[in-house]
């Protein structure tokens, strides 16, 4: 698994002080993506909707509105 490139602007672009231990967005090269964002899982695994589940394995993570949406036109499309 290698990290590619960034999706959307760095830490530091989004007014990041130290540019360190902020949410972040990577494009691998199987072509998914990694976050870096708080693990909120337990405080929003009970608030999913019915349809919507994860395995033990997986995390809740949660970023900024800023960071995703500074990050939508480095997002392809396909």
Do not use: N
């Amino acid at each position: 698994m290698k990290i590619v490139r960034r999706i959307g602007a760095s830490p530091r672009e989004r007014g990041s002080l130290t540019g360190q231990t902020c949410p972040d967005i990577f494009e691998l090269q199987d072509g998914s993506f990694a976050v870096i964002g708080a693990d909120r899982t337990e405080t929003l695994d009970a608030e999913l909707p019915p349809d919507a589940a994860r395995a033990d394995y997986e995390r809740i993570v949660v970023i900024s509105r800023e960071t995703l949406v500074r990050a939508k036109g480095d997002i392809p499309d396909a």
